[in-house]
């Protein structure tokens, strides 16, 4: 026997916690459907009212939907309706829960987990809840469906990403399927129970008009296709402009252009243009026209304000911004956009003064075939300009005049062909500032000259035979070169008289004896012939000239004599300290220097004498004066010379190589090198021996010689000596290899890259500006780059690189230091502007529009249906491509990434705004797209104050009333402690406050709430206090707003009250109680905060009391009167 398996539908049957408690189907009566998700009699209160709509939202468990939404015919099966009546069979999991319908995969989601994704639920939703668009092995697969059924099942739980494998159609899952049929044609409640949509089928959406009016829906086409057709599929077209307008009205300027779509069909798409708005120029397919538009029409002022004409380069709206001012000749120079700076060249004119005189007038310089330099190029700076030779240190410039060039033709020009002449000839250049006037020149005895040519050499007779004539004072003349014995003697004198002599001296009469006379020359003395009697013979003499004294010499040399000491050679020997004595004053260059004082030295013969001061022998203030003998040691001058003082070291004797400077040696002890020399002395390379203490043993050291690398080894030899600088040192592969350093020679400087490293790598650098370098040898030709060279002229001028600055290439002409100034500055690949000399080039470019580099950067835009736009047209690179509206993003030199917000779809705003809202919302729903990059991720949300979203639908809208800050501010500002609380998120007007301590309650107002701080437990409560006191708490006013006003009392019969914590002290006086003491005795209570320590005082003798009882009082019989009266009788005192 088994228990029974006892059920309840609280769906059909009638109980208290059933959809009918008696008075009939809640459900029902409201018009809805009742879905009771588990029958178990254990399970109650879980049935649910469901609005019979499709896609209608669902109420609480155990109470019916507020507002079921209108009907829908694009939704709702009806007989004319998009939607078509049809039996929608649901799919579950193998877990037994049911699956969603419509889902679908983003891109996004896909590429994020590496899925390959195709097919329903991704290429399209998932129209019957199970699909595999990533091709899962295990097979067909859904999304849980956010449902009631659902949520019964802890297993079923959906969450956005929840999915579990499906079984086929009519297999019943192993969770178990529906416990009972589902209402309305087997349909799950909340499922759209279609089978089809009319227009969802094609492809289209479905929009509703009036809900109260049948067969008023319509098929729409789904952007970005046009077209609607009424109770059926429309016929989409493609107007292309829809889309690409943007594009056109976009186009600088804006306006210009319109968009047309010749063929606004699906069929035929890339085939929209712009067209010219002014009509003319229509685009090539998919592109912006380049309509006709001279900027200068507008901008022309700017230039003519500045006497500038404007040029725009190219007068379309494919390129903009492409205007210039322009200068008027001769001035030169433009402006892009704005008025140029006007320079004037002078070297080119045309105008007065310039190189260039008029239009087709030859150039002053290139006439000349020289260079034109124009310095200063401003209107102020006029007749400045010269021209320069080819080679600038030759150039005699002259202001606005042709140069004088010093060329000296037989070095730099075609005479050197002379000297290839056989046999070799001599080139003369007469007037170096003159070209073409050099000759070559016969040598080697023969005669003859040609100009510009070799010449025809022939032998001279008199070569041979010219002293025959000399020697007499006459000439030599060869009559014939081409015949021999054709030489004669002529006399040459205007006062000699006689005829030519053939081959011998001729007889020539004299008048005058000076005339030619060569004794007196020969002595370097002049002749004097009495002028008194030019006739009479023999009375010639020979005088003494200049500084030289003596008698005349008659008919022959004088006795002249000089001191060449007198002189200057006097001045050359007092300049190094020594005397000067003239040996022969009868002849030239016999002075001599000799040494003075202490010096000693053989005379320098019309020179400097070699003095030398041994310190260690001479007696001098400096010298050593038996200093270095005293002490037993020897004295050494090192340098001798004069001037070289206190140099003299004195050394010890024998083993110890001890010195010391100008002074005797403190101590001579052993010098451990004497022993050990030779291992420093043979080692390689060869090293010197230290020792430097003398006085310790084991501490000689071999060092590297000077040169080489500073190393020291103790006791033994050195390792490295040869890692040195080969500029420095003087070695076999060193830049100096004994001759002197060849780098110096060449007046280059000598760099060692790795002086301690590497061998055989010094090299000789060229000096100053001009660039160089050669390794192992001076530079051949040392170069001045302008581009590379910080200089005045150069490009690099200071630390502004000119060219660089305005992003192009410098390039140089001549690469000598002669040739300055002659540098340009290339526009950036691919433009090909070049610049003036010395100065930028104007580059500019639209990357939209023009061809760079054989291609259109442009096109990358163009080809993805962007806008392209070039924002700096002196720059390549830096083009932009941007979506069309309403598409959103943009991307330097390569196409955007365009995203699109689906909530500016107008049938997506459509949805939502026609979405449900809570009673009393002021706004409909809102479409809300969080990324912009993936398709199908908007959501209709509910409009303030009620919250809910839906993602591609419609949301359900509730609202919790006490987010109203007025309401919560209603229940806060109440003075209690109270709190707002909406019960159902779909009624209005059903939000309370109640009170925080429980109990009561008011619908839309404050509630009165009640507190007994003697009764709960709070902050300002009594919370045991008077309890603990052996006391009584009370709370007069009992309100939640009075707090801490609650009060302890004395238990009866003590007395004492406190508010807010415990009495100190009860207190009961208990004397006051009748009949405590008898009479006559008083009663006193002096610790009235405890019981039974009242005492009876007697009061003639206070100090005589008893605790709680009557005290034992002494008594005066004299106080009884009839004692008294006996003692008086008896005339006595009592």
């Keep these: 026997m088994a228990a029974a398996d006892c059920r309840i539908d609280e769906c059909s049957a009638a109980c208290d916690h059933c959809a009918d408690v008696g008075n009939g189907n809640v459900c029902a009566g409201a018009g809805q459907e009742c879905y009771e998700p588990d029958s178990s009699a254990a399970s109650v209160g879980d049935w649910w009212c469901v609005c019979p709509r499709p896609g209608g939202v669902k109420a609480r468990p155990g109470a019916a939907v507020p507002s079921c939404p209108e009907r829908n015919e694009c939704r709702d099966p009806t007989a004319q309706g998009a939607a078509q009546e049809g039996t929608h069979v649901p799919r579950y999991t193998k877990s037994g829960c049911l699956c969603a319908n419509d889902w679908r995969l983003s891109a996004e989601y896909c590429s994020t987990h590496g899925l390959t994704c195709s097919g329903p639920g991704f ?28 949520a019964a099942k802890a297993k079923c739980s959906s969450t956005a990403e929840a999915w579990e494998y499906c079984v086929p159609l009519g297999v019943t899952p192993a969770g178990g399927g529906p416990p009972r049929p589902f209402p309305r044609n087997e349909t799950f409640p909340g499922v759209p129970d279609s089978a089809s949509n009319v227009c969802a089928d094609v492809g289209q959406s479905c929009e509703d008009g009036a809900a109260d009016v049948d067969g008023d829906w319509r098929c729409v086409c789904v952007a970005p296709l046009v077209g609607d057709a009424g109770r059926a599929p429309a016929t989409c077209g493609l ?64 230039c003519e304000g500045m006497q500038q004409t404007c040029a725009d380069r190219n007068a379309t709206t494919a390129s903009l911004q492409d205007w210039y001012c322009e200068c008027v000749l001769p001035m030169r120079g433009s402006g892009r956009m704005v008025a140029a700076v006007c320079e004037l060249d002078e ?70 062909m002379c000297y290839g002449a056989a046999p070799p000839q001599e080139c003369m250049d007469a007037d170096h500032t003159a070209l073409n006037n050099w000759e070559c020149v016969c040598t080697n005895g023969t005669v003859g000259h040609a100009a510009q040519q070799h010449a025809v050499c022939q032998e001279d007779e008199c070569d041979a035979h010219r002293a025959t004539c000399t020697t007499e004072g006459q000439k030599c003349l060869d009559t014939d070169l081409t015949a021999p014995g054709t030489w004669y003697c002529q006399c040459v004198l205007p006062d000699e008289h006689g005829g030519d002599a053939l081959m011998a001296a001729a007889a020539c009469n004299r008048t005058r004896e000076c005339v030619n006379n060569t004794v007196c020359a020969a002595a370097r003395q002049v002749c004097h012939d009495d002028a008194t009697a030019p006739d009479v013979l023999n009375n010639w003499e020979c005088h003494c000239i ?114 010391a400077t100008a002074k005797a040696v403190p101590s001579c002890l052993d010098n451990e090198c004497l022993l050990h ?30 040169g080489m690398a500073a ?60 660039s160089g370098a050669q390794v192992g040898a001076p530079v051949a030709v040392c170069v001045l780059d302008e581009c590379t060279t910080v200089c005045d002229s150069c490009a690099l001028h200071g630390a502004k690189d000119i060219c660089a600055a305005a992003g192009q290439t410098c390039v140089e002409g001549e690469r000598t230091p002669y040739a300055l100034g002659d540098w340009r500055c290339v526009c950036a690949a691919p433009l090909d502007f070049v610049s003036s000399q010395a100065s930028t080039a104007a580059c500019a470019v639209d990357e939209c529009v023009d061809v760079v580099g054989g291609a259109n950067p442009g096109v990358v835009c163009t080809d993805a249906g962007q806008i392209c736009a070039d924002p700096d047209r002196a720059t390549l690179g830096d083009y932009e491509c941007a979506c069309p509206a309403p598409r959103e993003g943009r991307a330097v030199a390569a196409a955007a990434a365009c995203t699109l917000d689906e909530c500016n779809v107008a049938a997506n705003v459509r949805l939502c705004e026609g979405g449900a809202t809570t009673p009393g919302a002021a706004d409909p729903q809102a479409c809300h797209d969080p990324n912009h990059t993936v398709a199908g991720d908007w959501r209709c949300r509910c409009p303030p104050p009620s919250h809910g979203s839906e993602r591609g639908a419609a949301a359900a809208c509730g609202v919790d009333e006490c987010e109203d800050a007025a309401h919560r501010q209603t229940c806060a500002g109440a003075g209690s402690a109270q709190r707002c609380e909406d019960g159902d998120h779909f009624a209005v007007g059903d939000w309370a406050c109640v009170c925080q301590s429980g109990g009561a309650r008011q619908t839309a107002a404050p509630a009165t709430c009640e507190r007994d701080e003697c009764a709960v437990d709070c902050s300002t409560c009594e919370n045991g206090a008077c309890a603990a006191a052996a006391q009584e708490c009370h709370d007069p006013a009992r309100l939640v707003n009075e707090t801490n006003d609650w009060v302890c009392t004395c238990k009866a019969p003590a007395q004492g009250a406190a508010v807010g914590a415990a009495v100190d002290a009860c207190l009961y006086d208990e004397c006051a109680e009748a009949g405590k003491c008898p009479d006559g005795q008083r009663c006193d209570d002096a610790q009235q905060g405890s019981l039974g320590n009242w005492e009876c005082v007697c009061p003639l003798a206070p100090l005589v009391r008893a605790v709680a009882a009557a005290a034992a009082c002494p008594v005066d019989e004299c106080a009884d009167a009839a004692n008294a009266l006996v003692c008086q009788r008896a005339g006595q005192q009592c």
């Design 239 to 302: 107007d292309e402009c829809v889309q690409h307008n943007d594009t056109c009205a976009l186009a600088e300027p804006a306006g210009s252009q319109r968009c047309v779509d010749p063929t606004p069909s699906p069929q035929a798409t890339g085939d929209w243009r712009c067209e010219c708005a002014a009509g003319g120029e229509t685009a090539d397919q998919a592109a912006v026209a380049a309509c006709p538009l001279d900027e200068c029409d507008q901008h022309k002022a700017t």
């Design 711 to 770: 190393v020291i080894a103790v006791a033994s030899a050195a390792v490295g000596c040869d890692a040195f600088d080969e500029c420095a040192a003087q070695c076999a592969h060193c830049a100096d290899a004994g001759a002197g350093n060849v780098c110096d020679a060449a007046w280059q400087d000598c760099r060692d890259a790795a002086p301690f490293d590497v061998h055989h790598n010094w090299e000789c650098i060229c000096r100053g500006r001009a």
């Design 123 to 150: 290429d399209a939703p998932c129209p019957r809840g199970c699909c595999n668009p990533d091709a899962d092995a295990g097979g067909d697969w859904c999304i849980l469906k956010d449902h009631p059924f659902n």
């Design 677 to 706: 020399n030779a291992t420093c002395t043979g080692a390689a390379p060869p090293q010197d021996c230290v020792d430097p203490d003398p006085s310790a043993a084991g501490d000689w050291e071999c060092r590297c010689k000077p």
């Design 546 to 659: 200049g500084d030289y004294t003596g008698a005349p010499g008659m008919q022959g040399p004088a006795t002249c004599t000089l001191d060449e000491c007198t002189l200057t050679a006097a001045a050359v020997c007092a300049e190094h300290a020594q005397a000067c004595v003239d040996v022969d004053l009868e002849a030239d260059g016999t002075w001599a220097c000799r040494c003075a004082g202490n010096a000693t030295g053989a005379p320098g013969v019309a020179s400097v004498a070699n003095c030398t001061l041994d310190e260690c022998t001479a007696v001098c203030a400096t010298c050593a004066d038996g200093v270095c003998a005293a002490a037993f040691q020897d004295c050494v001058d090192l340098d001798t010379a004069v001037f070289e003082v206190g140099n003299w070291e004195c050394r010890c004797r024998g083993a110890s190589p001890n010195v």
């Design 347 to 416: 070297c080119e004119g045309p105008c007065d003064g310039c190189a260039v005189v008029g239009a087709g007038a030859p150039n002053v310089c290139r006439a000349a075939g020289q260079t034109c330099l124009d310095p200063e190029r401003s209107m102020g700076s006029r007749g400045d300009w010269k021209c320069l030779c080819d080679d600038p240190s030759l150039t005699e410039a002259v202001a606005a005049a042709a140069a004088a060039c010093l060329l000296d033709e037989c070095v730099d020009g075609d005479g050197l």
